[in-house]
């Protein structure tokens, strides 16, 4: 059924993806209703398969390419009547919730408390311009957040109009960052950690998901390392943020000293000076700091500011403390 996926420049997408992506190159024709009733259909063999779910995921794929065919690119009328027309900037999102309504009100009747979640991701992160139904939640994903600024900051206009204009939906969200997405060079995020988490559950935001980098010896997409390498610089940034998943308001420079007394001992101090450097370097770089910014910015600043010789003196002078094996390695 090539007809039920998007069309480009007149011709439908062909979704095929050999080995080896990760990604459809399509998403979905939003308005035909053959393919709505298929969906349902493939909808309910999944439902059947997971009897104690209590919600299943309709998402997005990863791509920009939505359905540009006649029907799908007709203006929107809207329940009050107006008019929403392509090239309003939530006319896509619109498209799209008002098929995972359907999705939504079919779950309701066939199989009542079941939700639809999904990532409001792309297009998508935009809200739309109809109610969404109140068993859909929302997985918000700001991937264009700057990493150095809380969410509800000037610099981070951008993602958090996105988010505080989903709050007038009603709806259940998630939270979706990534902090934990970059190179080896140490981001200081816990403290934007604390002050995003703190505005999320004064905004009854109903969780949070970061996405890490695992801690393992495969190659790493962002430095030319493993992806190990993440953790040996920033895993104090990432223990941090898990203890304010407990508790937002706790100090975050008290946690940091609790982490490097605990992992380095008699060399905790010369570790505190060293990530200072590396933090005071990060956050006065005019780059900003998103999942895919390039971690050699920061490097070449720290060489630019002429610290790497005074940082490498740093780390010789807590080495040679009488360390723990492991407080030794790191």
């Not at 997005?60 to 090239?87: F, Q, R, W, Y």
């Not at 935001?205 to 801690?215: C, M, Q, R």
Request: glycine letters at 4%.
């Amino acid at each position: 059924h090539p007809e039920y996926y998007s069309m480009k420049n007149g011709k439908r997408i062909d979704p095929f993806v050999p080995k080896g992506e990760k990604t459809c190159h399509a998403q979905l024709c939003f308005t035909n209703e053959n393919m709505i009733a298929d969906f349902i259909k493939e909808l309910e063999k999944t439902y059947a398969t997971t009897s104690n779910a209590k919600s299943i995921a309709v998402c997005l794929e990863d791509n920009h390419n939505a359905c540009t065919c006649p029907e799908c690119m007709k203006d929107i009328v809207l329940p009050d009547g107006k008019i929403l027309n392509s090239k309003a900037d939530n006319f896509q999102s619109t498209r799209f919730y008002m098929f995972l309504n359907k999705l939504a009100k079919y779950m309701q009747a066939a199989h009542p408390g079941v939700h639809i979640c999904t990532f409001a991701y792309h297009y998508a992160e935009i809200p739309p311009a109809v109610q969404v139904e109140k068993n859909i939640d929302i997985i918000l994903c700001p991937i264009y957040k700057n990493v150095k600024y809380p969410v509800n900051s000037p610099e981070n206009d951008y993602s958090w109009s996105r988010l505080r204009n989903w709050f007038p939906q009603g709806v259940q969200i998630v939270v979706y960052d990534y902090y934990g997405i970059q190179g080896c060079f140490p981001r200081a995020v816990d403290k934007t950690m604390a002050a995003d988490f703190q505005y999320e559950y004064e905004n009854k935001v109903y969780g949070e998901h970061a996405e890490l980098i695992p801690d393992n010896d495969k190659p790493s997409r962002y430095t030319n390392g493993t992806q190990a390498d993440f953790w040996d610089t920033n895993a104090m940034y990432m223990w941090v943020g898990s203890q304010l998943l407990w508790d937002p308001y706790e100090d975050v420079d008290a946690l940091r000293k609790e982490f490097l007394t605990r992992v380095y001992g008699p060399a905790a101090q010369d570790l505190e000076e060293f990530f200072a450097i590396c933090e005071r370097v990060w956050k006065e770089h005019p780059a900003a700091s998103k999942y895919n910014t390039s971690q050699k910015y920061y490097w070449t600043a720290l060489a630019e500011r002429g610290e790497c010789e005074t940082i490498r003196k740093i780390l010789e002078r807590a080495a040679a403390k009488p360390l723990a094996p492991k407080a030794k390695k790191l």
